[in-house]
């Protein structure tokens, strides 16, 4: 993939998580600045994303564990660890730090 690609498809996917968030019902701060986008939940914990546009990777930092997503041909980002498709993954993440359910309704 071309780098020019792979910003934009990065890109794309933090403007969707920002305005999934401003849609929200679970109060989420967000802050988005130099490839980073880190997200600020009720009970003060954070959850950090930030390119890597070296390896083509989008990393997910969460309170629990890291993450590493590869972009494949047909358009998901998949874990490389845990072969986990990130969407679904990180409704999960953000409701386990949260502690509460957070449905984003992102769709890849």
Request: hydrophobic share 35%; proline share 2%.
């Amino acid at each position: 993939m071309k780098d020019s690609d792979y910003h934009e498809l990065i890109d794309t996917l933090f403007i969707a998580i920002e305005e999934a968030l401003d849609e929200c019902e679970v109060d989420i701060d967000y802050e988005g600045a130099g490839g980073i986008l880190s997200l600020t939940l009720p009970n003060h914990t954070k959850i950090i994303l930030n390119k890597q546009a070296p390896l083509q990777q989008l990393w997910v930092a969460t309170k629990f564990n890291g993450h590493h997503f590869n972009h494949t041909d047909d358009g998901k980002w998949i874990d490389e660890r845990t072969d986990s498709e990130f969407y679904s993954f990180f409704d999960e993440a953000i409701s386990k730090q949260a502690g509460q359910a957070v449905k984003l309704n992102l769709q890849g």
